[in-house]
Nanobody, 120 residues
């Protein structure tokens, strides 16, 4: 089983920044963290969970939702089993619970989420 723990959320003013972290632990048979495709999703109250950003195993490719392009950056440190989401120029509409997801082979794993609130 793979466990994912997010951190770094909080309350920030519009225009501010936050960096979210997601640390993976546990074991997926035949896989190491470097083989996990990692993503960040967000879910605002009353809305569907949606993809924010994803990063491939060797970080050769990243993908972003149009709403965060140019403001958010996803990265990973395979030596630390960690994926990051640097969030800049935050807007009130970015307020949501942010979840980390790992795709390991045919299985999906989710973290418990971290709350991000953007408000003055």
């Amino acid at each position: 089983q793979v466990q994912l723990v997010e951190s770094g959320g909080g309350l920030v003013q519009p225009g501010g920044s936050l960096r979210l972290s997601c640390v993976a632990s546990g074991v997926a048979s035949g896989f190491t963290f470097s083989k996990y495709v990692m993503s960040w999703y967000c879910q605002a109250p009353g809305k569907e969970r949606e993809l924010v950003a994803s990063i491939t195993t060797a970080a050769r490719s990243t993908n972003y939702a149009d709403s965060v392009k140019g403001r958010f950056t996803i990265s990973r440190d395979n030596a630390k089993n960690t994926v990051y989401l640097q969030m800049n120029s935050l807007k009130p509409e970015d307020t949501a619970v942010y979840y980390c997801k790992a795709v390991v082979g045919l299985r999906n794993y989710w973290g418990q989420g971290t709350q991000v609130t953007v408000s003055s």
